[in-house]
């Protein structure tokens, strides 16, 4: 298993409404999320600043294939669709990312 981080803003103004659709993510978003190895994806949100912390565990093979896999879904092509306009990637995020991915600094495990 491998646990993943990563970090974005999300627009003040769409604050409101980001909260609402994830209040109710679509079924078919949520069954290729699981499709694709991943496990207890939560979204932290930090204000004032409107910056959210994603962490998933991943319990697959090949990340990039699952990521392409989901990538490639139509019904997970509109929901980043729906989602994205009420984000901004961080200046700092490496080429291709959207979410910036987190380095792991510190992990106590029970």
């Not at 627009?11 to 209040?23: I, L």
């Not at 993510?25 to 994806?41: A, F, G, H, T």
């Amino acid at each position: 298993m491998e646990r993943k981080g990563f970090v974005i803003r999300v627009k003040p103004a769409d604050m409101d409404r980001y909260k609402e659709v994830h209040a109710a993510v679509w079924p078919e978003v949520l069954d290729k999320i699981r499709d694709c190895n991943i496990r207890n994806y939560s979204i932290f949100l930090h204000e004032p600043e409107f910056l959210m912390f994603g962490y998933y565990e991943y319990h697959g093979q090949d990340h990039a294939a699952d990521m392409n896999k989901m990538a490639e879904h139509a019904k997970t092509q509109e929901w980043w669709d729906l989602c994205k306009p009420m984000m901004e990637p961080l200046d700092s995020r490496a080429e291709g990312e959207f979410w910036a991915e987190m380095d792991r600094i510190f992990l106590m495990e029970s």
